[in-house]
């Protein structure tokens, strides 16, 4: 809106100058004309009752005193010429040869001899000025040419000039009023259209595929408004159903997975038991000297593989039966220093900066937190290097952050995308459901977990939870 009227305008003073020029061009040249033809009438006036032959060489004398008085009557000079361009007779009483030519341009005389009207009219542009000059012939009662009249004609403009620019002035009062006008209608007007879209956008900034979105309500909406309030609806509706399937479809393929890993980390002590069994069964002699020994043997072996799928059990029932948070207000050194107590390593360092940080979480879920990551920076460590693990609790405005260091052989690059996955895990023994309780459990809080590691320098985990008071 701003730039049609801006447009309007510079369009607007174009057409009325480029008008205004071409009507006083129009004006000028009918002008010089109409005195042409006046000054004609009173030539042809004196010829009429002059008593001297009407021929070229007495025109001189013709219009000895009769020139003057008719440059008094048209307020006009002029001048006369003979046919080969010499000047005649000038209606000004004196001049000077740098005003009035004393002959004519041959250039000139082409031209109006080639003239159909026999008129020829000559224009002279200064940068202030600009001049015209009108030459036709005079002719007798036979209408034989016998001289050319020559009519000089300067335009004066100053009137008209002073007019445009006036009316030029009045017209830019007149557009800057309406440009305010425009500037704030389309404030107005845009703040009205962008309303609603200003709700929209924040609708989809909100727009959360994990949780329930709501629907979009604006009363008296434009018609595309609604189309895209209508689309938004309708795409919530389907991704409200799409989140429903997909995570029915992520809850079967966990229990499918989980299933899978149960079934094969179970087959793993039975297929030594079984072959136990079957061997003691197949060399069981009740008289062999050394049979309390055998089946001494036998028994650990049992107990050795039932003690290993108690530990599968336990494993996968506390990371499927996660107890509810009960949450307290504690001191998170106090607990952490705890945690590590049931550690003896002599080569587990502890720092804290301050000796309270307090924060309002679960006793028991925040022990689980640190003696996971202590466990696992052990098992990181290799047996031919001197152990060192450094746990460190530290505030941070609203938040608390615990480190656990080791000094281990890290985590490679191709796997440092699956460390907190279920049942991941690049040691021998263990189900790797570590990380991925820890995980849910900080995640639980709002929290992060993140590491940073180089292979064969160590491992940095970092813990931060809100204090939540």
Known sequence: MILLVFI????????????????????HQKRLARKEAQIKQSIIYTLKETTYPVITENL????????????????????????????????????????????LSANTLNNLEASASKRYVEENTSPNDRFH????????????????????YLEDNTFNNKELKE???????????????????????????????????????KTNFTQKNKRIIIKNPGEEIGKLISSYNGMIDELEESAVKLARSEREQAWREMAKQVAHEIKNPLTPMRLSVQSFERKFDPNDPKIEQKIDEYS???????????????????????????????????????????????????ISEEEEVIAKLDR?????????????????????????????????????????????IGIAEEFKDKVFEPKFTTKTSGMGLGLGMVKNIIENYNGTIDFTSEEHQGTIFTVKLPKGI
């Open 364 to 408: 028991t879920q925040l022990i689980r937190i640190v003696t996971n990551l202590v466990k696992n920076a052990e098992q990181a460590i290799p047996e031919n290097t001197a152990p060192k693990i450094l746990v460190s609790v530290a505030s941070e405005n609203e938040i608390v952050k615990i480190m656990v260091a080791d000094n281990g």
């Open 133 to 152: 000059a009108s030459y036709s012939y005079i002719t007798n009662n036979k209408f034989k040419p016998i001289g050319i009249l020559n009519l000089p």
């Open 167 to 205: 009316f030029l002035f009045r017209l830019a009062w007149v557009y800057l009023v309406l440009l305010v006008i425009a500037i704030a209608l389309a404030y107005i007007i845009s703040k009205y259209i962008t309303r609603s879209l200003q709700t929209i956008s924040d609708k989809l900034n």
């Open 8 to 27: 309007a305008s510079v369009l607007i003073v174009g057409v009325t100058i480029y008008q205004y020029r071409e009507q006083t061009n129009d004006y």
């Open 60 to 103: 001189k004398d013709i219009f000895k005193h009769e020139i003057y008085q008719i440059a008094d009557v048209q307020n006009l000079n002029f001048n006369i010429y003979d046919l080969e361009g010499q000047l005649i007779k000038s209606s000004k009483a004196t001049f000077n040869n740098d005003s009035i030519s004393n002959c």
């Open 300 to 350: 650990k072996t049992l107990i050795q593989q039932i003690d290993t799928l108690s530990s599968i059990a336990s494993a996968f029932s506390n990371f499927a039966n996660m107890p509810a948070q009960q949450n307290e207000t504690l001191n998170v050194v106090k607990i952490v220093k705890l945690a590590l107590d049931i550690f003896n390593e002599n080569y587990i360092h502890f």
